[in-house]
């Protein structure tokens, strides 16, 4: 089903990132001899991972000389949340063809959650009368071998440390699976179709539950030694802040992180100080991060007072990262992201005061475009990179 | 005078780094078919760029099939610092054949310091007897644009300024040059010869005038989206510390670089806090960070005092950056590594209490095992990386 050599998998890269093309075009891309790379493309198409496409085709006897990612490719991505289960299914060019999203509760385990997600699985099989897919990719809020395909020690998943979560879902799925950090997959998804597709060398911040960093070096996600690279959300912000769950004082998330907020928000809640917060309060019963950027979007001031402040911290670590990874860009996603400008404003306002100049010269701080696509659309992206491999 | 193909720069990072190899030895190690690769080394012969050795080369008509990098290969290192102009000549396999140091001062301007330079390259080419050389790499203590080969706005060096380094260099010495920071060569010499040689990710910290790191990812240094990456002496690590020359407050360099040293190390002597500084002072008429070092060694409480403030705060910052980027090493480098199992002893305390335990685990934090060599090292290993490429 893979791809035979290099060049088949660089014919196969180039129609899932731009579509359609033309042989001599693809001759030109890949740099082999026209006739060479005929055999190539010849031998993709009788094995069904590529189809010939456009009027050229029906021209009687002549072969088609456009070509495209084989219409009944399909790629499975399945982002595994905090509180959510989200799953989409692809076309070969990573285009969302079906989505379904779920609320889960990752405490009650590996098992409960993957039969969820394999009854989600069979709906979207149903809705796109998908028989098979080319692959899976899999996002978890929590650290991952990559190399294994199993959580690390993931906190807020007892159950799921070291669970063979890719193998397990290799032989339930049928197709090759891929497991990942969600952050990273994000950043990936974000570089497949959004405002970071021009770039090599970048950084995608999530502001969710957690907070996390997807490092881009090279145009590769970079996972560091042993697979645990961009977790910012336990850098030291304040000596004298208050006690994070990690055990050390003053971490990011403990300030901005989905607890965090939620402890202050019902603190301005209860004590009038957001009357936003507080009807809400009254209403739902309850208060979430949510109801904190709505009340800011809104323009309460003590809601809009937690965001500058959370993102003058979220800033504040940037500052440092962005004077060491000098990224050519800054994308801020993640469930906070919509927050929007006065998290953007604040966080921009931090960084280009305290970053050295050479590195944030041309570099823009901007909102994801993917939103909260950017998993499923990064973890197809995933799964097709490991497939489309010679 | 470049090898032809991939598989020639294969065979040449092959011998440069593993030394002799048999024919069948390469052949393994390339995957290429033995009559295909016996083609591309008999043209590496041809060429000059490898020699045939050992006993088998007595066996009359009959080819040997041990080769090496030939003998005639020199490459040069020029390791620009804050006032010492080192340079070295290498072999092929980067041994360090002939060495010398002279005190510069990068204030007079480039055109001063290369000629400086130049002379001192002559003085090397009568000692090793070398005609030309093969490549040139060169360090430079301050940002680098690595594409252009130009140091961009190096604080302390007025007039280098985007003076086009490489292209002068690379005409006087009539052989290719690149030119890069000094960290990131410094790293490169540890990932050849020291303490990195088995690591493909992992942090350069050198401490010494300045505060920089060499970040080396998946086995390549990382320069970032404009070649600044590594830049951590600006990271903030106490918001009402000193003021810095970069305009913030309570940046690492205002603590603990080579000027906030020198100046903690003179107030000490004059107070006669510290008695062995303040000897020094006497004698020598003013002190330094090297002093500081010394009087640490010897036992001197306020001396050693200053070390572990110093690195405390070094700590500090790592401790983010391993969290962040997830390093399988980190290594200790430049000066004040002299300061030794103090500095080391206090750098390990903070970064293994306050980083991820996840990022930690394995993560050994060693000072470099190089020294002063290490620039010298990575400069000749940088331009061979260039020069070996097909």
């Not at 301005?268 to 709505?294: C, F, K, N, Y």
Request: charged share 20%; net charge neutral; with cysteine.
């Amino acid at each position: 089903m893979w791809p035979d050599n290099r060049h088949q998998a660089a014919v196969l890269r180039l129609l899932r990132d731009g579509g359609p093309r033309s042989r001599a075009e693809l001759v030109d891309a890949v740099g082999l001899s026209r006739s060479k790379l005929s055999v190539d493309i010849d031998r993709l198409i009788e094995r069904g991972l590529v189809d010939t496409v456009g009027p050229a085709a029906s021209r009687g006897g002549r072969r088609s000389s456009l070509v495209q990612i084989a219409e009944a490719t399909r790629f499975l991505g399945i982002d595994i949340g905090a509180t959510t289960l989200d799953l989409a299914v692809t076309d070969g060019e990573m285009r969302v063809l079906a989505r379904v999203t779920e609320h889960t509760d990752l405490r009650r385990g590996p098992a409960a959650v993957i039969s969820q997600a394999l009854e989600l699985v069979n709906k979207l099989r149903a809705d796109t009368g998908t028989t098979r897919f080319t692959g899976a990719g899999v996002g978890v809020p929590g650290p991952v071998s990559f190399r294994e395909g199993v959580p690390v020690s993931p906190p807020f998943m007892p159950g799921w440390h070291r669970f063979p979560l890719r193998e397990t879902l290799a032989t339930e799925l049928g197709c090759p699976v891929l497991v990942d950090n969600d952050v990273n997959i994000m950043a990936l998804g974000e570089m497949h179709a959004g405002i970071a597709r021009t770039f090599d060398d970048f950084l995608f911040v999530k502001i969710g539950a957690g907070i996390g960093c997807g490092i881009v070096a090279g145009g590769q996600v970079y996972r560091g030694a042993t697979g645990s690279a961009g977790d910012i959300g336990h850098t030291s912000v304040d000596p004298h802040g208050p006690i994070c769950v990690c055990g050390n004082t003053g971490c990011l998330e403990a300030f901005f992180g989905g607890a965090a907020l939620t402890r202050d928000a019902l603190v301005a809640a209860r004590s009038g100080r957001s009357p936003h917060l507080a009807d809400r309060l009254r209403e739902a019963g309850a208060v979430t991060p949510v109801d904190v950027s709505t009340a800011a979007t809104d323009g309460d001031p003590y809601a809009m007072g937690l965001v500058r402040d959370g993102a003058r911290r979220v800033g504040q670590v940037l500052a440092g990262l962005v004077s060491f990874f000098n990224p050519g860009l800054v994308v801020i996603g993640g469930g906070v992201a919509g927050m929007g400008h006065a998290l953007l404003a604040e966080i921009r306002a931090v960084v280009y005061r305290k970053s050295l100049p050479l590195a944030t010269g041309d570099m823009p701080i901007a909102l994801s475009e993917m939103g909260d696509q950017a998993g499923l659309v990064g973890a197809a992206r995933l799964i097709s990179d490991h497939v489309f491999t010679g």
